[in-house]
């Protein structure tokens, strides 16, 4: 899995064989907008209408099994955790988890996620995560003072959760 951030809610992820443009119009000014979608097999908006997941007890689909693989990989899917969110479950990928509205109710499924925080109020949100459930790893995007405010507060009670900062248009191998 890659993750980009281009600014606001503007990323281009790699993950399951497939690459994912969200919100390329928000990227920040400078980002060339037909690169950010070119070759991208989806352009997703976090507000767009979805299949909606219940945060609590949504899991993440079971592996294939060989037999019943055939020859490509299933096709990537998104939920909606509510308000500003996208989560995508795909093969070979941990599920990610892209939040810029409020933190959800989190199942134990979120231990084996990627969690990103957009915007404000990063610390509060991640501190949020971090006290439901421990997710492999919390991305955040947001301005530098936020992120450094967050490392601060955060630096102790990661218990095993990796935290690391996005900066734009700098791709991030998970």
Request: charged share 25%; aromatic share 4%.
């Amino acid at each position: 899995m890659k993750v980009t951030w281009f600014g606001n809610t503007a990323f281009r992820l790699h993950i399951g064989g497939k690459i994912i443009a969200i919100e390329p119009e928000r990227a920040s000014a400078g980002v060339d907008v037909n690169e950010m979608v070119g070759g991208a097999d989806h352009v997703l908006a976090l507000e767009e209408n979805r299949p909606v997941a219940d945060a609590a007890s949504w899991k993440p689909r079971g592996r294939e099994r060989l037999l019943d693989a055939g020859e490509g990989t299933r096709p990537v899917q998104f939920w909606s955790m509510g308000a500003s969110s996208l989560l995508v479950d795909a093969d070979e990928d941990m599920p990610l988890l892209l939040l810029a509205g409020p933190v959800p109710v989190l199942g134990r499924w979120a231990d084996r996620t990627v969690v990103i925080l957009v915007g404000n109020a990063l610390a509060e949100r991640a501190a949020e995560v971090i006290g439901r459930v421990a997710p492999r790893l919390i991305g955040l995007a947001g301005e530098e003072a936020e992120i450094e405010a967050a490392f601060v507060a955060l630096r102790d009670r990661l218990d095993g959760t990796g935290l690391v900062a996005l900066e734009r248009g700098m791709a991030v191998e998970v």
